[in-house]
Structure formats: C-alpha cells, structure tokens
Nanobody, 120 residues
C-alpha cells in the first residue's frame, strides 16, 4: 500500500514562514500530480497548490507570490514553502498524490494533515 506523511506545520507569527513536507512511501510505481490542500474550520477543503510529474505548477489566487510548491521525484516528496503568512492561512494542510501502485492501479491518496496556525 501507499502512505503519505506530512510534517512541518506549527504556530507562526504573521509575516513568518513555514515549510511543509509530504513523503510518499510504499509500493509506488509512479507518482503523477501531487498537491496541497487546506481546510479551515467551518470551510470546505480547497486546493492550495499542485505540481505535475514534469514540474508544472498551479496555485490558488490567494497564495500566488507567497507560496511555492516543489517536489523531489527521487524521494517521492512534495514541499510547500509558505512565506508572508497571514492569519487567514490558518488551516489543516493536507497533501495528496495521484499514484500508480505496483500490481494494482492508479489511486489518489491523502495524508493525515498538519496544522498551520498563523497568529501573534
């Protein structure tokens, strides 16, 4: 099977930075797109940023110019560098991956989530 494990969340002051990581492990044959989503209390989960296997990226308008998504294909890991953080960025951040599993098929997997809190 496949697991996605996030790390790097925490408490940061407005204007600060955090870097999230998400490592995929298991019977992975190939990872297509990977992405970061977030869900704030009382709100729906929304896409923050995504990156294809070739490195093409897209971002939510609310984070453009502040967040950068990247990936290390050799490590099956995706990162989210978050700068100039605002209180409205407070949420649980989830990574996901569109993954072809050995001897099985292609599925979308989710991590367990990591809390990001932006507050003074």
């Amino acid at each position: 099977q496949v697991q996605l494990v996030e790390s790097g969340g925490g408490l940061v002051q407005p204007g600060g930075s955090l870097r999230l990581s998400c490592a995929a492990s298991g019977s992975i044959f190939f990872i297509y797109a990977m992405g970061w989503y977030r869900q704030a209390p009382g709100k729906q989960r929304e896409l923050v940023a995504a990156i294809t296997s070739g490195g093409s990226t897209n971002y939510a308008d609310s984070v453009k110019g502040r967040f950068t998504i990247s990936r290390d294909n050799a490590k099956n890991t995706v990162y989210l560098q978050m700068n100039s953080l605002k209180p409205e960025d407070t949420a649980v951040y989830y990574c996901n991956g569109d993954i072809r599993v050995r001897s099985m098929g292609r599925y979308v997997y989710w991590g367990q989530g990591t809390q990001v809190t932006v507050s003074s």
